[in-house]
């Protein structure tokens, strides 16, 4: 019964998860799929992640990244045992998520210059300050006082000011090229995003916010 009276009959009372000062800072203010509250805005995002991100003939299209992905693990695990060398499989993993990421966030864009290894930082990032230990969760009120609440978003802030140096440029990049360039099935997150920014009324913040949401996603066999 309980069950019922969550999922089915108040279930849009539950349907969003509690605001967080820290999520609203690096989500630019939970415009993504995932942290955004339920509504036309939500319902929106998630319309443009499953239809045109993540769809099946787009996740198909990536087979050939993640084969060649899983082709120098074994490689890099092949060297380490002829060698008889220990072998960090977490980090070795890591970086093979990583790199599957980077390439269906942006492509040949991430990859140069040593992009990529700013964006597996900021992954990480990410990671641990929106999965690690939240003042919020367990003591709001006082999470939300002037000097506390200031200490909590600092990190945030900083995280924040990195991901819209990388962005910006990545989307630039974008920009730069779409007149140059035909629409096809291969297209990264960023080109699929700035080519509905019309019809879906999306800012620049909102395209930030969908591609590092949806590049946790992107893994999908």
């Known amino acids: 019964r309980a069950a019922e009276a969550v999922l089915r009959t108040h279930d849009l009372a539950f349907a969003s998860r509690p605001r967080s000062?820290?999520?609203?800072?690096?989500?630019?203010?939970?415009?993504?799929?995932?942290f955004a509250p339920y509504s036309d805005h939500f319902r929106s995002v998630k319309k443009v992640v499953t239809v045109h991100l993540l769809n099946s003939k787009r996740v198909q299209a990536y087979r050939h990244v993640r084969e060649e992905e899983v082709r120098l693990v074994m490689a890099r695990l092949r060297g380490a045992a002829a060698a008889a060398a220990a072998v960090d499989l977490s980090q070795t993993?890591?970086?093979?998520?990583?790199?599957?990421?980077?390439?269906a966030v942006s492509g040949k864009f991430l990859c140069e210059q040593g992009r990529n290894k700013v964006f597996r930082d900021l992954m990480e990032a990410n990671s641990n300050l929106l999965g690690g230990f939240n003042l919020e969760a367990y003591f709001p009120g006082l999470a939300r006082m002037p000097l506390i609440s200031k200490l909590i978003c600092a990190r945030a802030i900083r995280i924040r000011r990195r991901w819209d140096q990388l962005l910006d440029m990545l989307i630039d990049d974008h920009v730069a090229s779409a007149r140059d360039r035909a629409k096809n099935d291969d297209d990264d997150f960023i080109h699929v995003l700035l080519s509905l920014q019309d019809e879906y009324g999306f800012t620049r913040d909102h395209i930030k916010a969908i591609s590092i949401v949806s590049s946790f996603y992107s893994l999908l066999p």
């Not at 690096?26 to 993504?32: F, N, Q, S």
């Open 21 to 34: 000062m820290v999520t609203d800072i690096i989500m630019y203010g939970a415009l993504d799929s995932c």
């Open 93 to 103: 993993l890591q970086f093979f998520a990583n790199d599957l990421i980077c390439r």
